[in-house]
């Protein structure tokens, strides 16, 4: 099994070094998008590139990422697009502040096992149906917006939303009326066959998430659950358990996500989860969990 594990990261360059040293490995490769606004050195770039002894190490074009906007999506598909040229068998994406939580011959081995499923969470359908607005409206300042939740911008953005929505009853679903809408987290681990039909519609995708809010979280269920890839859906039910699907360790009950520490330990590696987020370096509880799983 090959695979290509797609970074997404804009600061905290040291957690990422050693994200990409555990990476290394004779049948993974590695590729990077820093967000343009991020401030990192050629120096730092060279020592993520030394931090790999046999996986090849490549940064992607960097592009200006903001949060919510369809920049989010576009910088996941220009990795998708430079890694699948080496063919690899799983596309894996994952922030900066990620981890594995087992050891990578054991994810080798799960994949080999499973090979052909794609490894995606889906969200409940109530979920789903209660932030439509998120596509179903045009959203034309969230490239300005950002997370930034005041402001005259902000204001305005919510302002457009609610007049599309009550006065001129915009809903740009409509045009695609025989597409099931689906959410979930962004993090996944797709096949090769579905990363090249992912790219050979990224107009519809264009068509249908461009000046969207946080759509990064429904173009690959969408267009997953709307294709012929929909029988390959791992563990796929209409509950919204992160664990038996996309392989991530998140938690949302105790945090924005939850930062793991420590005492986590044990419930991450005894968990069906192979990755996890999010890990932090900034204080001991956490610096050492992440010492244990680097051992893994």
Not at 40 to 53: Q, T, V
Not at 194 to 200: A, S, T
Request: aromatic fraction near 14%; proline fraction near 1%; glycine fraction near 4%.
């Amino acid at each position: 099994m090959r695979h290509a594990f797609l970074i997404i990261a804009h600061n905290n360059w040291d957690l990422l070094i050693r994200l990409v040293k555990k990476l290394d490995g004779s049948n993974n490769d590695i590729f990077i998008h820093i967000d343009k606004k991020s401030d990192i050195s050629n120096e730092i770039m060279d020592e993520i590139r030394r931090s790999c002894n046999i996986s090849k190490v490549e940064f992607i074009e960097r592009y200006n990422v903001n949060w919510g906007g369809y920049s989010q999506i576009n910088s996941t598909l220009r990795l998708f697009e430079r890694a699948r040229k080496g063919a690899f068998d799983y596309y894996h994406i994952l922030s900066g502040i990620d981890f594995p939580i087992k050891p990578m011959k054991e994810i080798d081995k799960f994949f080999e096992q499973n090979k052909g499923y794609e490894f995606v969470h889906f969200c409940t359908d109530e979920f789903t149906k209660a932030n439509s607005d998120r596509y179903a409206q045009y959203h034309w300042l969230q490239e300005k917006v950002g997370r930034n939740q005041k402001g005259i911008l902000y204001y305005l953005e919510k302002v457009s939303v609610k007049i599309q929505k009550n006065v001129f009853q915009i809903n740009r679903a409509k045009k695609h009326k025989d597409v099931d809408f689906k959410c979930g987290s962004n993090w996944c681990s797709l096949s090769h066959e579905f990363v090249n039909y992912l790219l050979e519609n990224e107009n519809k995708i264009k068509k249908m998430f461009s000046h969207s809010c946080c759509c990064d979280e429904f173009y690959i269920q969408t267009l997953l659950y709307n294709s012929r890839f929909k029988n390959r859906i791992y563990k796929w039910n209409d509950k919204n358990n992160l664990e038996i699907d996309n392989l991530r360790a998140i938690d949302w009950e105790r945090g924005n996500p939850y930062t793991f520490q420590e005492d986590d330990y044990e419930e991450l590696v005894n968990s069906n989860n192979l990755f996890c987020r999010k890990v932090s370096d900034q204080e001991q509880k956490y610096e050492k969990l992440i010492q244990k799983l680097e051992k893994l």
